[in-house]
């Protein structure tokens, strides 16, 4: 099983990036997926996820309206577009794949940082 980030690097503030994360080794069509991150110093958060088929997706208040999570099934591929970058968006953002509470997968992490 792998879920392998990309994507990430350094942006200014303002700016966008597209993360994806590809997904082998699993029947990913299965799978709710996930966007988590972690900021130095502070606990996993969950950013955005989005159902097996992709008819439903929820974000953290934090970043409503500026993120969009989306999912290629035929691709084995979820992606989070981020829009409007702020410093405080800095974090290592990891996939999460989820099938059940014990049945799960996360990704290596990338880093997004937000700085002039």
């Known amino acids: 099983v792998q879920l392998v980030e990309s994507g990430g690097g350094l942006v200014q503030p303002g700016g966008s990036l597209r993360l994806s994360c590809a997904a082998s080794?699993?029947?990913?069509?299965?799978?709710?997926m996930s966007w988590y991150r972690q900021a130095p110093g502070k606990e996993r958060e969950l950013v955005a996820g989005?159902?097996?088929?992709?008819?439903?997706?929820n974000y953290a208040d934090s970043v409503k309206g500026r993120f969009t999570i989306s999912r290629d099934n035929a691709k084995n591929t979820v992606y989070l577009q981020m829009n409007s970058l702020k410093p405080e968006d800095t974090a290592v953002y990891y996939c999460?794949?989820?099938?059940?509470?014990?049945?799960?997968?996360w990704g290596q992490g990338t880093q997004v940082t937000v700085s002039s």
């Open positions: 080794g699993f029947t990913f069509s299965s799978y709710a």
């Open positions: 989005i159902t097996s088929g992709g008819g439903s997706t």
């Open positions: 999460h794949a989820r099938r059940t509470l014990v049945n799960f997968y």
